[in-house]
Each structure stands twice: as C-alpha cells, then as structure tokens.
C-alpha cells in the first residue's frame, strides 16, 4: 500500500518553501524521496533553503520569485521542465502572513 502512495523520485514544486507551512512539507517531501523545487520570495533565501533540501535528499532546485508575476513563473517551469522533464506534484503554499 505505501507504493501506491509513494512520492520517491516525484517532481513536487513547492512555493513558500522559506515559510514555516511550505517549509515543513518541503523537508516532508524531501525527506520521503521527492526531488523538490522550492519557491521562495527572497533571493537571500535560495542558498539556506538549498542547502537544507540537499542535506535531506533527492536533486532539489530552489529559485526566488514572486508567484504573482507570471513571466517569472513561466521562466521558471520552462528551468524545471528542462532539468527534470515533468512536474508531478505543485503545492502553492505562499501566500500573506
């Protein structure tokens, strides 16, 4: 039963992944075998959330960007795709205090 549900070598997009929620799931993600691609706003971010995502596991990405600005998010589906080759999972996380 625990194949069915697996998230081992998925794709999972997360954004707010710097933030306590998407933070959380990401490492979640992670730490279940996910190759995960954080979203964070800052680009003081990235090398943190990185670098935490690498001590867990898997090949993760991470990438600054505003989700609300949708050249951005494009740009950075074309780096994902180009690198992974699909998406499997997107949790939109970010979002106000």
């Known amino acids: 039963m625990n194949e069915l549900f697996s998230i081992e070598g ?4 997360i954004s707010g992944a710097a933030g306590v ?4 799931l990401a490492r979640h993600f992670a730490s279940q075998g996910a190759n995960v691609v954080a979203l964070v706003h800052k680009e003081e ?3 943190p959330v990185l670098e935490t995502m690498k ?3 898997g090949d993760p990405a991470c990438f600054a960007c ?3 600005d949708v050249e951005a ?3 950075i ?3 994902v795709l180009d690198r992974y080759g699909r998406i499997d ?7 106000g205090q």
């Open 55 to 57: 001590s867990i596991g």
């Open 77 to 79: 589906a074309v780096s």
């Open 21 to 24: 929620l998407g933070g959380t």
């Open 66 to 68: 505003n989700v609300m």
């Open 45 to 47: 971010q990235v090398v």
């Open 73 to 75: 998010m494009k740009a």
């Open 89 to 95: 999972a997107l949790l939109n996380i970010a979002g």
């Open 10 to 13: 998925k794709i999972a997009v």
